[in-house]
């Protein structure tokens, strides 16, 4: 695993963003799964801004989504599919047949879960995933006690999450389940990338990188990943010895 600390957010963005970049002028058939979220929204508005000024091709990439609040339409902007549409499908000029996201509206959601696996499996793996840090330290959905074996899985969302969650919300919205990929499919990518901003994730990236590997702390798995990155700034990084 390296680590890549920028001196801020906008430094942390640009190095995320530079990350995607070269994965897909590497392999423009790249396959990527790519969070929602507060940390990464300037690294792909960066990323969108690259491309176009350097007439990046991104038509033959595939979206995988990471995951989705269960029962919470693509329409509402605090879906994890909407965040995507309009921070990077959109801006990107992305079509719908090149991304492939959760219907957590199904009334079958263990089958969207057996269609993702096989997607994912269909497309011949993930070439990067990136990921954000959770405040218990989840990834994806991947809430802590999650076991590393899991494919794509339902769960039953964490009160931290359930809180922190309310944050991309316009009015509080009950969350109670959520539907992700799991950690076998991070673990299985061929890059992984972990992003978090701010003191706030401080304690957070402490325990990932620097505490035992557990299952208590999902992002600590990151450290079992034989081509991963972690890109922090400053704050983020700030109590690590
Ligand atoms: C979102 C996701 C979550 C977030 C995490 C950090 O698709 O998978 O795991 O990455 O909760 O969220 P932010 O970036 O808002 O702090």
């Not at 057996?114 to 070439?127: L, N």
């Not at 509080?172 to 959520?178: F, K, Q, S």
Request: aromatic share 6%; glycine share 8%; net charge negative.
């Amino acid at each position: 695993m390296t680590l890549e600390i920028g001196k801020d957010y906008a430094e942390l963005s640009a190095k995320t963003a530079e990350i995607i970049l070269e994965q897909v002028r590497k392999k423009p058939e790249a396959v990527l799964c790519l969070a929602a979220g507060d940390t990464p929204r300037m690294a792909y508005q960066m990323l969108a801004e690259n491309a176009r000024a350097t007439q990046l091709d991104l038509s033959k990439c595939t979206f995988i989504g990471l995951d989705e609040w269960i029962g919470i339409p693509p329409e509402n902007p605090g879906s994890c599919a909407s965040f995507l549409a309009t921070n990077l499908f959109n801006p990107l000029a992305i079509s719908s047949d090149q991304t492939f996201l959760f219907d957590a509206m199904s009334r079958h959601p263990e089958d969207e879960c057996r269609k993702m696996d096989r997607i994912i499996q269909s497309k011949g793996g993930i070439d990067l995933i990136l990921v954000g840090v959770g405040m218990n330290g989840h990834i994806g959905f991947n809430e802590p006690g999650v076991p590393q074996d899991l494919g794509a899985h339902l769960v039953a969302l964490d009160d931290i999450t359930k809180n922190v969650g309310q944050k991309y919300f316009d009015q509080h919205t009950p969350l109670g389940y959520g539907i992700t990929l799991g950690l076998r499919h991070f673990l299985e990518s061929r890059k992984a990338v972990m992003i978090a901003s701010g003191e706030k994730k401080a304690g957070v990236i402490k325990r990932a990188l620097q505490g035992p590997i557990t299952r208590e702390m999902p992002a600590s798995i990151i450290r079992r990943h034989a081509n991963a990155v972690v890109v922090l700034d400053e704050g983020a990084a700030s109590e690590l010895t």
